[in-house]
């Protein structure tokens, strides 16, 4: 066999092979795994090859409620929440699920300040979400049968919704799904470990398709 046949029989090898390891690691970055997700780490300089490690490690950690061996520093930030006339809620300072997820976002602490180490590693753009949550869905809310009566347009706690998509999906209600403690937090719609989600994208748990996330609370 001549050399450019040789040598073009290998570029199809090499394509096929290429074309089989995408097969074989194309479901890795899908919904229901946290691997080729917004939160792998695995490719970052300052996390040693690993994805956990930002917030969670087997030892020596934090013991939180809310979060199991958490790794990561948490935010000291006061918070200048949403307000709106015509919202029934009263909001509050975001609960303690969502400081887990603002002690990356808020900006205010490095994304690898973690393991007791100082990092200088920061979210920027639309990641960093500041300390003023004005412009940002309001947090730290009871939703609750008194609220959607005072509101009128909001879908009651016991309305079925079901998160995720494929075969990772979970079926449940409004309280049981997207609730914390009863409250509204930034976990009601986002999913930290892909888990549940209809989109690797925004790690949201319910498609924004024909805005299915909105109306899975409000009744419009």
């Given amino acids: ?3 450019q046949r040789l040598a073009k029989s290998a570029a199809i090898l090499g394509g096929l092979t290429g074309v089989v390891l995408g097969l074989l690691f194309a479901p890795l970055a899908s919904a229901g795994t946290i691997v080729g997700s917004a939160h792998d780490f695995a490719g970052q300089a300052w996390s040693g090859g690993q994805i956990c490690v930002a917030c969670h490690a087997p030892h020596n950690t934090a013991v939180l409620a809310d979060a199991p061996l ?3 520093a948490l935010s000291t930030a006061t918070y200048t929440v949403y307000t709106s006339s015509t919202m029934n809620a009263t909001t509050a300072q975001p609960g303690s699920t969502s400081k887990l997820c603002l002690s990356c976002h808020d900006g205010t602490v490095a994304v690898n300040s973690f393991g007791g180490t100082t990092g200088t590693t920061f979210l920027t753009g ?4 500041g300390t003023a949550l004005t412009n940002d ?3 730290g809310f009871t939703y609750d049968a008194a609220l959607v009566t005072a509101d009128g347009a909001l879908q009651p706690i016991t309305t079925a919704v079901t998160i995720g998509s494929g075969t990772k999906t979970k079926v449940g209600t409004i309280a049981s ?3 914390y403690a009863g409250k509204m937090e930034c976990a009601s ?3 930290v470990h892909n888990t549940f989600t209809a989109a690797t994208g925004k790690l949201v748990k319910v498609s924004m398709a024909s805005s299915a996330l909105c109306t899975t609370c409000h009744a419009k």
């Avoid at 639309?126 to 979400?129: E, F, K, R, V, Y």
């Fill in 1 to 3: 066999m001549s050399r």
């Fill in 70 to 72: 958490w790794n990561h």
């Fill in 126 to 129: 639309g990641d960093n979400l």
């Fill in 137 to 139: 869905h309001p947090i």
């Fill in 177 to 179: 799904n997207m609730l």
């Fill in 189 to 191: 719609c986002h999913d």
